[in-house]
């Protein structure tokens, strides 16, 4: 499993742009990446996965350069309500155990 | 996305009793189900995968006399927390990926508290 490291905390203001970058110099071939956000007491919530380049969807985009040794996540004009812990995971799309090794995660705090 | 349902969301008992907790995929069938434990402020941590009608892989220090957990279909696993003691006390997630599949979908978590 390809370990993950991504900033332990980020602050910001409603209305801004949120970027975590996440670093996974060991990424295998097979390899995807999946970020992932948590409230207190509820069980992680799938936000975006991608394999190369960027990939985007109606809540983020997800950025990965052609070495994949690093992703960003971008969360566009964030709310209070992404007020959360982000989780950047590295995991084998062809593994049958598609086992995920959770990091320490980033935690968001948006403010008015 | 896929919705995993996982039962209950809170549960409090007295020490030396089992607790079983389950987890459905509603809408896909979960050839593989992942059980996690979480601590507070901590981050999830594996305790096993378990794959439809075999028996679960357990990580490392975790004791599968302790957890039990069955697979016996293809949308339900089960993990029972044998004669849980407060240090038992955790936040337990689990989570599916259907065959073939590279995304975990996760269940809302159950809160066991044991006096």
């Known amino acids: 499993l390809a370990k993950t490291t991504q900033p332990i905390s980020m602050d910001s203001y409603e209305g801004q742009e949120v970027n975590i970058t996440c670093s996974h110099n060991n990424i295998a071939t097979n390899d995807y990446i999946t970020w992932y956000q948590q409230f207190p007491s509820q069980g992680p919530r799938f936000i975006i996965q991608?394999?190369?380049t960027k990939v985007t969807n109606e809540v983020a985009s997800l950025f990965i350069p052609a070495d994949r040794k690093s992703s960003t996540l971008s969360l566009p004009r964030v709310s209070l309500s992404d007020t959360a812990v982000y989780y950047c995971l590295v995991a084998s799309g062809t593994d049958s155990w598609g086992k995920l090794q959770f990091g320490a995660g980033t935690q968001v705090v948006v403010t008015p | 996305g896929a919705v995993v349902s996982q039962h209950p969301s809170r549960v409090i008992c007295k020490s030396g009793t089992s607790v079983k907790i389950e987890c459905r995929s509603l809408?896909?069938?979960?050839?593989?189900m992942f059980w996690y434990r979480q601590f507070p402020k901590k981050s999830l941590m594996l305790m096993a995968t378990?794959?439809?009608?075999?028996?679960?892989?357990?990580e490392q220090g975790v004791e599968k006399d302790k957890f039990l957990i069955n697979h016996a279909s293809l949308t339900l696993s089960t993990l029972t927390v044998t004669s849980a003691h407060p240090e038992d006390s955790s936040f337990y997630i689990c989570?599916?990926?259907?065959?073939?599949?590279?995304?975990?979908?996760f269940g809302a978590g159950t809160r066991l508290s044991v006096l």
């Open positions: 991608g394999y190369k």
């Open positions: 989570s599916a990926r259907s065959q073939g599949g590279s995304i975990q979908y």
């Open positions: 378990s794959n439809e009608g075999s028996k679960a892989t357990y």
């Open positions: 809408d896909f069938q979960a050839t593989t």
